[in-house]
């Protein structure tokens, strides 16, 4: 069974290449995509990781001094819905 997806939205592309290479020295499976239309926070590149690595995502961020990112899935009627990063379990 695969996992749902989040897109994790930073401030700017510099911040989302540097949580890319922190989530994956963490040892995450994150991909770079555009970030959806629908989603009206942060740059227009974004990570997409398993919605059950968004707690550990948050945590490598802030570990590293970065401000954790927004998490955004989508909801049951096709909208997108920000969850915090502790709901990511």
Avoid at 13 to 39: C, Q
Avoid at 53 to 65: D, F, Q
Avoid at 75 to 86: F, L, N, P, T, Y
Wanted: glycine share 12%; charged share 20%.
């Amino acid at each position: 069974m695969s996992h749902p997806m989040v897109y994790a939205v930073f401030e700017n592309t510099h911040s989302t290449l540097r949580a890319e290479n922190i989530f994956k020295e963490g040892g995450l499976v994150v991909r770079t995509a555009m970030k959806p239309s629908g989603i009206g926070a942060g740059c227009q590149m974004a990570l997409t990781l398993p919605r059950v690595s968004a707690t550990l995502a948050a945590v490598l961020c802030r570990e590293a001094g970065m401000r954790a990112p927004l998490f955004f899935t989508k909801g049951k009627d096709g909208s997108w819905e920000e969850i915090s990063g502790a709901e990511g379990q």
